[in-house]
T-cell receptor
Framework: DAKTTQPPSMDCAEGRAANLPCNHSTISGNEYVYWYRQIHSQGPQYIIHGLKNNETNEMASLIITEDRKSSTLILPHATLRDTAVYYCIVRVGRDYGGATNKLIFGTGTLLAVQP | NAGVTQTPKFRVLKTGQSMTLLCAQDMNHEYMYWYRQDPGMGLRLIHYSVGEGTTAKGEVPDGYNVSRLKKQNFLLGLESAAPSQTSVYFC????????????????FGPGTRLTVT
C-alpha cells in the first residue's frame, strides 16, 4: 500500500471550512484514498473514500487531484466536535487471494477547531 | 444495534499474567480486526479474520493469539503479558463485498485500555 504524508497539525475557526491535505505520490491505479478520524480516546470513525472522482457525503467532501498524487478532505462548516486526528489512508480496493483489507494508519493530522 | 462492543474497557495486569479481550459485533460483518495503538502513534494491525473459524496475522502479531469461533465474536488473547503490551486495543469489523472481494468501511469499537506492570 502507498504511503501518505500529512501535516502533523492544523487549526481551523469554528464555522469555517477545514481543508486537510494528504500527499500520496506513489499511489497505484487500483488504490483508494480513505479518510478516518479519531476523536480523543475513541475508536476511529470512517469519513469518506474515493478512487479518482471527487466524493461527497453528509460528513465531508473528498477532492482528489487528476494525477491522484494528492487529495484534500473538506469539512464544510467545522464545529468544535470536529476536533480530532484525521488519518488519510491509501489501500488496495480489491483483494486478490487472501483478503486482508488492512488499514495502515500513519500519525495523521490533529485538527483543532477554535471557537 | 450496538455496533462493535469491547470488553473490558480497562484492565491492569502484572507481567506474566494472561487475559482475553472480547470483541462483539451485531452487524453480521464477515471481517473482524484487532489493532493496538500506542501513545502518539497510529493504529497497528495485530490479527484479523475474514470469517468464522479463520484468522491471520497482521503487522504485529507476536505475543497475541486470536480465535473466531462465532461470526459475531473475535477474541484476542495475551498468554503471558509483558510491559511492551501496554496499549489501547481496538477491535473493528467490516462487511465483505461479494462481487469484488473488497470490503466496506471498518467500524471500530470504543477500545480497551490495558496496562501491564
Amino acid at each position: 500500500d502507498a504511503k501518505t504524508t500529512q501535516p502533523p497539525s492544523m487549526d481551523c475557526a469554528e464555522g469555517r471550512a477545514a481543508n486537510l491535505p494528504c500527499n500520496h505520490s506513489t499511489i497505484s491505479g487500483n488504490e483508494y484514498v480513505y479518510w478516518y478520524r479519531q476523536i480523543h480516546s475513541q475508536g476511529p470513525q470512517y469519513i469518506i473514500h474515493g478512487l479518482k472522482n471527487n466524493e461527497t457525503n453528509e460528513m465531508a467532501s473528498l477532492i482528489i487531484t487528476e494525477d491522484r498524487k494528492s487529495s484534500t478532505l473538506i469539512l464544510p462548516h467545522a464545529t468544535l466536535r470536529d476536533t480530532a486526528v484525521y488519518y488519510c489512508i491509501v489501500r488496495v480496493g480489491r483483494d486478490y487471494g487472501g483478503a486482508t483489507n488492512k488499514l495502515i494508519f500513519g500519525t495523521g493530522t490533529l485538527l483543532a477547531v477554535q471557537p | 444495534n450496538a455496533g462493535v462492543t469491547q470488553t473490558p474497557k480497562f484492565r491492569v495486569l502484572k507481567t506474566g499474567q494472561s487475559m482475553t479481550l472480547l470483541c462483539a459485533q451485531d452487524m453480521n460483518h464477515e471481517y473482524m480486526y484487532w489493532y493496538r495503538q500506542d501513545p502518539g502513534m497510529g493504529l497497528r494491525l495485530i490479527h484479523y479474520s475474514v470469517g468464522e473459524g479463520t484468522t491471520a496475522k497482521g503487522e504485529v502479531p507476536d505475543g497475541y493469539n486470536v480465535s473466531r469461533l462465532k461470526k459475531q465474536n473475535f477474541l484476542l488473547g495475551l498468554e503471558s503479558a509483558a510491559p511492551s503490551q501496554t496499549s489501547v486495543y481496538f477491535c473493528a469489523s467490516s462487511r465483505f463485498r461479494v462481487a469484488t472481494g473488497d470490503s466496506y468501511e471498518q467500524y471500530f469499537g470504543p477500545g480497551t485500555r490495558l496496562t501491564v506492570t
